[in-house]
């Protein structure tokens, strides 16, 4: 029952799509269903009212049928999920049956069949589009046969010819044309998931290192600067780890800067599996890293700090011997809170300069001076 009460799913854009076109061409059936009423006020049609509520019934329930199809999402197995030409040919074989009880008006009802062959537009090529033109032709050309053999005072065959030769020559010049339509369609829709692409990846060029893949410097200060707006309306805890690595000049000088950007890369890589989800690391510049954490105490903070100081040092970089190792020095302070950004690094590089200062390959920590207070007190 959900199903009719929620036509849409919410969580498939996709499917969503082929049931807007799929109501779309339901409307259409609607649309006959008001002419062919007239028709019956009019005396136009052959059919009693109750044989036409038995036909138009008929291919509602087949229109039923591809809605749950879709809806239920047992379309995607299809070649076509949209399943276009299994409702254009239901939607020819209705249009060829109203056209077939209908004397004195066919030709005006062929043109309400123009409607159904544009939703080839969704899919079709010019090959589809010129097959289906036969087989729409074709379907015509039987329904005059069968009015010649069953009722040939309603047939005058001039007429019949001359509408035959109108119709194919216009479905067959229609064919070209939708067709044309639906290649540019296909070609607005590569050419906007190409912009989408170009538009995704400038994106992460504008965020991202291009040598480690983490963020740069622009956007880690953005990303401070909203962790500062949040920490200064609810009083939540962030912490600045930012690290060094050690001598590293020496190993651009020895190896090269090739492999020297080798060691960077894996060096972020392998630390990046000590942080949480939560926590952002950026480029702060040359070998200079920064981790942002996130509601995290000071403690927290050292214990991360010394988890990536560990890694650090154990990492095996391929293509130099088991005895290299890169270390790190790292400094960590905590935000108080209405400080300034610049303030709060700062501090947290004179926490990393002491690091330095007092042998590398350790962690210091310096706190706000609030912090100094409660720690005495």
Request: aromatic share 14%; proline share 3%.
């Amino acid at each position: 029952m959900r199903i009719f009460l929620n036509p849409f799913p919410e969580d498939d854009p996709k499917q969503a799509l082929r049931l807007r076109r799929f109501f779309m061409g339901l409307g259409t059936y609607f649309l006959w269903l008001f002419l062919i009423i007239y028709c019956h006020i009019l005396d136009f049609i052959r059919l009693a009212p109750r044989e036409t509520a038995l036909i138009y019934g008929f291919f509602l329930f087949i229109n039923l049928v591809f809605y749950l199809l879709i809806r239920t999402g047992a379309n995607k197995r299809f070649s076509d999920p949209s399943m276009t030409l299994a409702q254009m040919v239901t939607g020819t074989i209705a249009a060829m049956t109203i056209i077939y009880f209908t004397d004195r008006i066919r030709a005006l009802m062929l043109f309400i069949y123009f409607v159904t062959f544009i939703f080839g537009t969704f899919r079709f090529n010019i090959r589809q589009y010129l097959a289906f033109a036969l087989f729409a032709l074709c379907s015509y050309g039987l329904v005059v046969l069968l009015l010649f053999y069953n009722y040939p005072a309603t047939v005058e065959p001039k007429i019949e010819i001359l509408q035959f030769i109108i119709f194919g020559a216009v479905i067959f010049w229609f064919s070209f044309i939708c067709s044309y339509i639906s290649n540019l369609r296909s070609r607005i829709s590569t050419a906007n998931r190409e912009l989408t692409d170009a538009l995704q990846t400038i994106e992460t060029i504008a965020i991202r290192d291009d040598l480690t893949g983490v963020y740069n410097r622009r956007h880690m200060f953005t990303e401070i600067q909203r962790g500062k707006s949040i920490a200064d309306r609810t009083g939540m805890p962030i912490a600045i780890v930012i690290f060094d690595l050690d001598h590293f000049k020496w190993a651009n000088d020895a190896f090269g800067h090739q492999k020297g950007d080798h060691i960077l890369k894996q060096l972020v890589h392998e630390i990046k599996r000590e942080l949480r989800e939560t926590d952002i690391i950026a480029r702060y510049g040359g070998e200079e890293f920064l981790v942002i954490m996130f509601d995290a105490d000071i403690d927290g903070a050292k214990e991360c700090g010394e988890r990536i100081r560990k890694r650090a040092e154990s990492i095996r970089y391929a293509g130099f011997s088991d005895t290299f190792r890169v270390t790190i020095s790292i400094g960590i302070t905590m935000y108080r809170p209405a400080e300034s950004i610049d303030k709060m690094i700062h501090r947290a590089d004179n926490a990393l300069y002491r690091a330095k200062a007092n042998g590398r390959n350790r962690t210091e920590v310096e706190l706000p001076e609030s912090e100094y207070v409660n720690k005495k007190s």
